[in-house]
């Protein structure tokens, strides 16, 4: 599976940005895909996950903010960020998981991901 990540960029605080994953090379239709952020210093956190059949997660940190969603032909999914913050800055990459069972399961574990995208800037101003 490759991913390839778009829509980063700089906004102020209080800004909006949509994050964008193209998704190609599936040979199964039960996937999970995820959203995980990395700020200097920091470990890759969590950020949003959306499971094959549509169940969402999100962090705390991002809840009520950020809404995680999938286009119809489950070939890209998006990541809606609103109400920006400083602290959001980050590069967020996107992720992919083949689900062998349940299609509703979605997986918040950054270690338990197949495939990777490159990542994305999100800079967020003061």
């Known amino acids: 599976v490759q991913l390839v990540e778009s829509g980063g960029g700089l906004v102020q605080t209080g800004g909006s940005l949509r994050l964008s994953c193209a998704v190609a090379g599936r040979t199964f239709n039960n996937y999970a895909e995820g959203w995980f952020r990395q700020a200097p210093g920091k470990e890759r956190e969590f950020v949003a996950g959306i499971s094959w059949s549509g169940n969402q997660i999100y962090a705390d940190p991002v809840k009520g903010r950020f809404t995680i969603s999938r286009d119809n032909a489950k070939t890209t999914v998006y990541l809606q960020l609103n109400s920006l913050k400083p602290e959001d800055t980050a590069v967020y990459y996107c992720?992919?998981?083949?689900?062998?069972?349940?299609?509703?399961?979605?997986?918040?574990?950054?270690?338990?991901?197949?495939?990777w995208g490159q990542g994305t800037q999100v800079t967020v101003s003061s």
């Open positions: 992720a992919s998981k083949e689900l062998m069972g349940y299609s509703g399961y979605v997986e918040t574990s950054v270690s338990l991901y197949d495939a």
